[in-house]
């Protein structure tokens, strides 16, 4: 599904965030990758799509390459890879449908969807996607009437509406309490399990990670340090990843 090899990303003067990463993630994996702040996480996640541009490296999807794509190949894999944002992303203005049906951009024609003008398809979609997080009832309320965890539901069925083979998830529970952490990890391991999507999701918190996933990933100082089954996690391999300390 996922082939990276050698994926290396520096910042400008000189900030390594990626340091010759290979990873293969094969379909329907529940991947968790998890790090101290600054180890690589959100780097590594938007490399994958090329929200940020990788200094070196391949990344492969489906056997088609990302890295180096031009524009239009890259816009069609791009519809593959669904992306959930710690901060949700939303406008916060439009209704529920509306962002929702955001994640349909992709599919549609340009001037039509400016004019919010989706096939009924599209609609039915956003709405199905919108009964899997329980929240098609508020399809007419505006974004920023919702609650924390209600944003998050909706960006998560904003990313199914892609119809995406890969959801990229980057944080997606760390602005949230525990509760609403459970019930956000549970929609998305329900996800993985009933539509068999790969998901890639970063996480700050190793006992969510290691409740979750499927695999987990761990980075430091943009190498991978750790990868294998979360029974495979040992005190030794936490102080490997974390170099002492889990936040």
Do not use: W
């Not at 959100?42 to 490399?47: E, F, S």
């Not at 791009?78 to 949700?88: D, L």
């Not at 899997?132 to 007419?140: H, P, Y």
């Amino acid at each position: 599904m996922i082939r990276i090899r050698g994926l290396r990303k520096l910042f400008p003067p000189d900030k390594l965030a990626l340091d010759g990463v290979d990873l293969d993630i094969t379909a329907g994996e529940f991947v968790m990758v998890i790090g101290q702040s600054g180890a690589g996480k959100t780097t590594l996640l938007r490399c994958l799509n090329r929200l940020v541009e990788p200094t070196a490296g391949e990344v492969h999807l489906n056997g088609s390459q990302v890295t180096g794509a031009p524009p239009e190949a890259l816009r069609s894999m791009r519809r593959q890879m669904g992306m959930i944002f710690q901060q949700f992303n939303l406008v916060k203005r439009a209704s529920v449908l509306e962002n929702v049906l955001a994640g349909r951009l992709g599919h549609v024609p340009g001037l039509p969807s400016l004019l919010g003008r989706f096939p009924h398809r599209d609609v039915d979609l956003a709405l199905a996607t919108l009964r899997v997080v329980g929240l098609e009832e508020f399809a007419e309320r505006r974004a920023d009437t919702l609650s924390g965890g209600e944003q998050q539901r909706v960006a998560i069925a904003r990313a199914l509406a892609q119809e995406p083979k890969v959801i990229l998830a980057d944080e997606p529970t760390a602005s949230l309490d525990p509760r609403l952490t459970e019930s956000i990890m549970g929609i998305l391991q329900r996800i993985n399990a009933e539509r068999r999507l790969t998901l890639v999701v970063s996480q700050h918190m190793l006992e969510t990670a290691l409740t979750y996933g499927t695999r987990v990933v761990g980075l430091r100082q943009g190498r991978v340090v750790f990868d294998g089954p979360p029974g495979a996690i040992t005190p030794e391999v936490v102080r490997e990843i974390y170099e002492g300390g889990v936040r």
